[in-house]
């Protein structure tokens, strides 16, 4: 298969700005964790739920992996 004609799914920030297009099946998983949701049927279009980069906060009790590890 050609590359032009890998399909590709177009996405949006959280905000509408264009980010880069993703395979349908990263986008089955974006939708599938709650993380975007589809905009448009055609062309299929996913918006994301939380800003690009989201990291989750330290005080929500999950382990960053920028600390460093005592031993």
């Not at 349908?24 to 964790?33: E, Q, Y």
């Not at 980069?53 to 929500?60: E, L």
Request: include cysteine.
């Amino acid at each position: 298969m050609c590359p032009s004609r890998i399909p590709r799914v177009t996405v949006l920030n959280s905000r509408g700005k264009p980010l880069m297009p993703c395979s349908p099946s990263r986008a089955r998983k974006l939708i599938r964790s709650n993380k975007a949701s589809v905009l448009r049927r055609d062309p299929f279009t996913i918006q994301m739920i939380e800003p690009a980069g989201a990291r989750p906060s330290i005080a929500s009790g999950e382990k960053s992996g920028d600390a460093p590890q005592s031993e």
